[in-house]
């Protein structure tokens, strides 16, 4: 039975995908703060499952507490990075600005490292983070969220080259979804909204693809498309 490990699974897409890679048949380590839903969501799991408070905002704990749960999942072949941090900040909040880069930035980064470190040493596997369409832009309402994410997708590429003049056979895939309804995803101005079951099946489906990149759901690439073509100007005018 394979290992995995979801960074993020107390809630949203990341308990979906916990879900959907017990089901699989993964063993699967779930890591988040809130140790409640962590323990709700591994009662529901067909297969054996472990979990681990891990609070990624604190690099140095949370990299020690990675390590100590993928000793415990055992012979890991799958991370999934999927915490995040958004808020709608239009009077630009320092607090608020402060936070997402402590989480979707340090602590991101924080995991790919430990993670990475572990697949080296493993010899091979696949490392899976959960950017987001919002990479490809600057955002006027959320501008942290927006930059942080294109941090993910851009540290993602890198480790990706590392890893192939390392010549070390490590799969990095970045997704990238649209609007998926979680408490994340709360304005109503939103549209196209998966749930997190069908993101979780669209992650999957990238994952068993060793895909480097995926949109979801799928149609995103249109937006994603027309948010790459678009004049700054006009951008700056929506
Ligand atoms: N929903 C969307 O429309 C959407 C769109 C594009 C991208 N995304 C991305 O998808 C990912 C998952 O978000 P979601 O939509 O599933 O929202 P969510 O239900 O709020 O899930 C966020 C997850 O991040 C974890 N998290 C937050 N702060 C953390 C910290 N300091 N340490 C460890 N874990 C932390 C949360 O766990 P705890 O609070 O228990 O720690 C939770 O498991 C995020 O990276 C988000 O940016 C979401």
């Known amino acids: 039975m394979p290992g ?41 799991l067909p297969n054996p499952a472990f979990s681990q408070a891990i609070d990624i905002s604190q690099p140095e704990r949370a990299m020690a507490a990675l390590r100590e749960l993928a000793a415990a999942v055992g012979d ?10 958004g808020f709608i900040n239009p009077q630009l909040e320092w607090s608020e600005e402060q936070r997402t880069i402590e989480v979707n ?18 010899g091979s596997g696949h490392l899976v983070g959960i950017s987001s369409v919002a990479a490809l832009r600057g955002g006027r309402a ?12 851009n540290y993602l590429e890198g480790i990706r080259q590392r890893c192939h003049r390392r010549g070390v056979p490590i799969t990095v895939t970045d997704i990238q979804p649209g609007f998926v309804a979680t408490a994340m995803a709360q304005s109503p101005q939103l549209f196209w909204m998966a749930t997190a079951e069908q993101a979780a099946e669209q992650i999957f489906a990238a994952i068993r693809g060793r895909k480097r990149h995926a949109y979801v759901t799928r149609r995103w690439r249109l937006v994603a498309w027309l ?3 678009l004049p700054a100007a006009w951008y700056q005018r929506m």
Request: net charge positive; hydrophobic share 55%.
């Open 4 to 44: 995995a490990i979801v960074i993020g699974a107390s809630s949203g897409i990341g308990a979906a995908l916990a879900r959907c890679l017990s089901e699989q048949g993964y063993r699967v380590g779930l890591a988040a703060r809130r140790v409640d839903l962590l323990e709700q969501v591994r009662a529901q």
């Open 76 to 85: 890991v072949e799958l991370y999934v990075i999927s915490s995040g941090v």
């Open 105 to 122: 930035v340090l602590g991101f980064a924080a995991m790919v490292n430990a993670a990475v470190q572990m697949l080296e040493a493993r």
């Open 142 to 153: 959320a501008p942290a969220y927006n930059a942080s994410k294109a941090f993910v997708s």
């Open 227 to 229: 948010l790459r073509g």
